[in-house]
Structures are given as structure tokens and as C-alpha cells.
């Protein structure tokens, strides 16, 4: 990429040179692959007929994004996620496990030396389960999200990342044991904001920190590198 692209911040590698035994010659970098390890942890509140549930997800996780086009960039998310906290007497003390996976879709809107904006949309499945002596808990779960980004690159190594998200929760609650029942909730749809600080380690790729408040209040933590 020209200036380099992240989830939402990307780097380039700097270029590199062959020499010879005359001539110095320089060859861009091209790169196609922008790679993200993720961890979170978001404080969520679903809605259903009759009271809030409140429940903390946690995700470990990997993004990842075809960068060899510069404006519009298909990709990837997929990791296992635990879900706990579930303030409700038939699932109290569960900590529920499984995956989620979904499509994303990259729009760079502006990419800079100072500053790169994006639009990406996400469409996120995540199925995730428990059970005890006397029931089964499984949680399905559809999340379709907008993010809109600000990658700000303060100095060479530091960035301010900046971005507002739009999104709603569906998630069906089927609990199946002494007590047989089926129960859709939902969160949203909320419009919530991020923000926080990003490392460029160089040819290692780059490091951040952001908080969300937003669908799901918490903390996020990436490492990301472009091949």
C-alpha cells in the first residue's frame, strides 16, 4: 500500500534494496496481507420481553484482510469466545464456550502520510455453549456492525486511532435440561465510539490498545503485521 493500512492501522514495511556489484537497485515492498491477533473483553447488555441480562464476552481471535487492492479490502474474523457473568438463575455461573467467524469489508476512504480513514462493515456469527447436571445452555449469536475510523499518526512510531461503531446484538437462548425453553435477545441497534493508541514496531508490524464503548463497553488489545 501506498502509505499503509492497519485493522484500522497499517503499516508499510519501508522499502528494501538489492545491491550489486554496480548499480543500487530499489524494489518497492508489495504487500497483500494485513494479519491481526486480537483479545477482548466487552460488557454487553442484552434485552429481552421481560428484564436486562447482563453478560461479559471475552474473544481471542484473527483478523485477516486482502490488502493488494488499495480502496476496497474483503476479509476475515475468527477465534474461539467465552461468555460468562449471565445474570440469570437457570444459567448463573456458566461460563459458555465456542467460536465465532464473519465477513468483513474494508473501505479506505482517505490514506495519507498523517492519516488514514476507513469504512468497514462486519457480519459476525458466534455460537458458544455449557452445561451442568441439570441443563444446557447454547447461545447463538448475530452481530452486524459499521465502523468508521481515524488512524492519526502523531510521530513515526506513535498513532491515535480514533473511530465511531454502529451496531446491533440478535442472540437466541435456547436452554434445554429440567427447564425447556427458546429466547430471543437483543441488544441496539447503538451508536458507540472507540479509541486509543497504536506502537509501529517497525518491520514487526504494529501494537494498540483500544477502549469501546459502545454495543460492548471493555478493552481490546491487537498485534498486527503486513506480509
Known amino acids: 500500500m501506498k502509505n499503509g493500512l492497519r ?22 515492498v508489495v504487500e497483500s496481507l494485513d494479519f491481526g491477533l486480537h483479545l477482548s473483553r466487552l460488557d454487553t447488555s442484552l434485552k429481552d420481553a421481560q428484564q436486562p441480562v447482563n453478560i461479559t464476552v471475552k474473544q481471542a481471535g484473527i483478523t485477516s484482510f486482502d490488502i493488494s487492492e488499495q480502496t476496497l479490502q474483503p476479509g476475515l474474523l475468527l477465534g474461539y469466545a467465552f461468555v460468562s457473568d449471565i445474570d440469570q438463575p437457570l444459567t448463573a455461573g456458566m461460563e459458555l464456550q465456542g467460536f465465532y467467524i464473519g ?8 490514506d495519507s502520510r498523517r492519516f488514514t480513514v476507513a469504512l468497514t462493515g462486519t457480519y459476525l456469527y458466534q455460537r458458544v455453549k455449557d452445561s451442568n447436571a441439570d441443563q444446557t445452555v447454547t447461545l447463538e449469536w448475530q452481530q452486524p456492525q459499521l465502523d468508521l475510523d481515524l488512524l492519526w499518526r502523531i510521530t513515526q512510531r506513535v498513532a491515535l486511532s480514533l473511530g465511531e461503531q454502529y451496531g446491533r446484538i440478535d442472540v437466541d437462548e435456547k436452554i ?11 441488544a441496539g441497534p ?3 465510539y472507540r479509541a486509543g493508541l497504536e506502537f509501529d514496531l517497525g518491520g514487526d508490524g504494529q501494537v494498540g490498545m483500544l477502549l469501546h464503548r459502545a454495543i460492548g463497553d471493555g478493552v481490546e488489545i491487537y498485534f498486527q503485521r503486513q506480509f
Do not use: C
Open 176 to 186: 434445554k435440561g429440567t427447564v425447556d425453553r427458546t429466547v430471543t435477545l437483543h
Open 7 to 28: 485493522r484500522f492501522s497499517f503499516l508499510l514495511f519501508p522499502p528494501f534494496s538489492l545491491f550489486g556489484m554496480g548499480h543500487a537497485v530499489a524494489e518497492p
Open 190 to 192: 447503538t451508536l458507540g
Open 103 to 110: 465477513p468483513a469489508l474494508r473501505g479506505v476512504l482517505i
